[in-house]
């Protein structure tokens, strides 16, 4: 959303709603950052890796409560 009210100060947002594709997704993707991406592997592999180190299994249960407290933090 704060790209989409960017591009609305800035006058860049007429050029994207002329595009044949959903003007949001547009707005959204324009700026892919790949090392984002990477954290989030570094840091699911570290998660692995220390559960795997100390012998603890992780239920179903316990791994979408984990995502859903990580994705309700601001």
Known sequence: MEQIIESVREGTLDFILTKPADAQLVSSIRR???W???DITLGLS???IALNLIGESVGLL???LFVIVLLSEP
């Open 62 to 64: 316990e791994a979408l």
């Open 46 to 48: 570290v998660l692995v």
């Open 36 to 38: 984002r991406l990477i």
């Open 32 to 34: 892919f950052d790949v």
